[in-house]
Structure formats: C-alpha cells, structure tokens
C-alpha cells in the first residue's frame, strides 16, 4: 500500500487494515469448508508443499474450485498449466477432465516439478496430467512443435507475471476459437494501476492486460479477489476467432 496518510493515522489504517484481512480469512473459511473443501489428496498437496519447503502460494480452494468449475463447464478435455508449484491447481483442473483428457503443466523448477508428480500420482491422476520442467518460454515452442499438441480448450497461467504477455501470446498459439485463457493474479494488492511501477510483475501484467485490449481473437473481463489470498484478482479471456 502507497497511499499518503495523514500523521497518527497509519496505526489505525495497518489495524483496519487486519481486520480486513481476517474477515476475507473467515469468510473464505466458511465458504470453503461448505463448497470446496479439500479432500486427502488436496490435503496432502499442500502439506507435501509445505513440508519440501515450496512457498505457501497455491490457488485458495474456492479458487480451485472455480477453476475446476470453468473447466467442467465448457467440456473441457485439454488444459495447459503454465506454472505448477506442488500441483494443488493442477489436481482441481484435472479432476474436470473426461475420461481420455488431457492436462499438460510446465513449471521451472525441478524440486517443485518433483512433488508436483508425487501429488498428481497419489491423486491418480498422473495418467491425465504430465509435468514438464524447464522455463516455460524454452518448453512452450518444443511443446508447440509437437505433431498433436493442442488445442488446449483452457490454460491457467499462474507463472512468473513479467512473462505474462508472452504466455498470452503462447496460449492465443494454442488455442481454438472457443477456447478460455485464465491469468492468476492480475491485480497484485491494487499495484496493477501504478503505471510507473518498476515491479517486474507489474510491468508485466499491465501489457498484458494492455495486450488483450487490443486484440481482436480475444473477449475479456478482469475481477478482484479478496480472502485467505489477499487482494488480487484474475483475468478470463475466451478466444472468439
Ligand atoms: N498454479 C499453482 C501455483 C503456481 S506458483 C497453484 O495454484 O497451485 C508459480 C510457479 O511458477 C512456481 O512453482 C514457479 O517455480 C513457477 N515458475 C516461475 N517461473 C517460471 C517459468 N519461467 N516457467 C515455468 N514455471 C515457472
Ligand atoms: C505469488 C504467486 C502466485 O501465483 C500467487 O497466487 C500468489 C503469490 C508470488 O509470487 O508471490
Ligand atoms: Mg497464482
């Protein structure tokens, strides 16, 4: 948060402030124990994470949830995940695939790459979803160059943000008409409207977002998010040519 206060007053904003934060914390609880909560396997996903020492910055489960929900909504039968961590996203995604569907997430590091494949298989899901190590800009135009890769009918992009509009780009490549391209974390806590911020992630996701304005293959919304996540927001683009 940048905004000028007035003097005595930051005291007062940081406890508002707290107090916000744990009532989205309360409300995200209530909502996730009654719509979406994890079962073991999900359970295990995070606390697998955790134990391996992979930052706490899954997906929420109503999150998941609602990933899982766009997923099952358009009979989607090929997803491509750009950034996996222990693959708590990538086990809500693939559980929206039919039988004979397909989910491809690509994901830098090898350690998380590793307990990504140890949680897909204990969810019995490592038939429908393969993990791909390596920087996703090295690993998407090998991916492309493959006779039968793609489609996808929908991408979840949750990697590095300054990359963010090379993966539009990337999943616009991928794509059909008809197809949904989901961007996690498209409002960073407010800081998407600093048009001088030097924030590589900012940077990023403002021409990403500067990107999808302007092309025409694409239909957009964005949406701010608050709870157990923070403040922060997503964008979904469908591709309509
Ligand atoms: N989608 C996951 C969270 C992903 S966190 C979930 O919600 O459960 C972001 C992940 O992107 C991290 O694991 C990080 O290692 C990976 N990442 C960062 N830079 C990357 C790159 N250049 N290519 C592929 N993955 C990258
Ligand atoms: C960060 C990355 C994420 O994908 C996320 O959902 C939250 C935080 C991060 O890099 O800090
Ligand atoms: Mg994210």
Same mark, same amino acid.
């Given at each position: /948060?940048? %905004?000028?206060?007035?003097?005595?007053?930051?005291h007062a904003h940081d406890t508002a402030e707290q107090a916000a934060q744990e009532r989205w914390e309360a409300v995200d609880r209530y909502l996730t124990d009654l719509l979406a909560p994890d079962d073991d396997a999900l359970t295990t996903a995070l606390t697998s994470s955790e134990s391996a020492g992979l930052p706490s910055i899954a997906v929420a489960g109503n999150q998941g949830k609602l990933l899982h929900l766009l997923a099952a909504s358009m009979g989607a039968r090929t997803i491509l995940e750009i950034g996996t961590l222990g693959g708590y996203s990538t086990i809500w995604l693939a559980r929206a695939l039919p039988d004979g569907g397909r989910l491809i997430s690509l994901e830098?590091?090898?350690e998380h790459a590793e307990v990504a494949r140890g949680n897909l298989a204990r969810a019995g899901l490592d038939h429908i979803a393969e993990v791909r190590t390596g920087a996703a800009? %090295?690993?998407?135009?090998?991916?492309?160059?493959e006779p039968g890769a793609g489609p996808f009918d929908l991408f979840f992009i949750d990697a590095d943000k300054k990359n963010n509009p090379h993966y539009v780009e990337w999943a616009l490549k991928l794509s059909r008409p008809g197809s949904l391209i989901i961007v996690d974390n498209t409002?960073?806590?407010?800081?998407?409207?600093?048009?001088?911020?030097?924030?590589?992630?900012?940077?990023?996701?403002? %021409? /990403?977002?500067?990107?999808?304005?302007?092309?025409?293959?694409?239909?957009?919304?964005?949406v701010q998010t608050v709870g157990v996540k923070g403040y922060d927001g997503f964008l979904l683009a469908r591709v309509v040519s």
């Open positions: /948060m940048t %905004e000028k206060l007035p003097e005595g007053s930051q830098y590091s090898p800009l %090295e690993t998407l135009p090998k991916l492309a160059a409002v960073r806590g407010g800081a998407v409207v600093e048009r001088d911020s030097t924030d590589p992630s900012v940077v990023g996701t403002r %021409e /990403m977002y500067a990107l999808v304005a302007r092309e025409p293959r694409l239909d957009a919304t964005a």
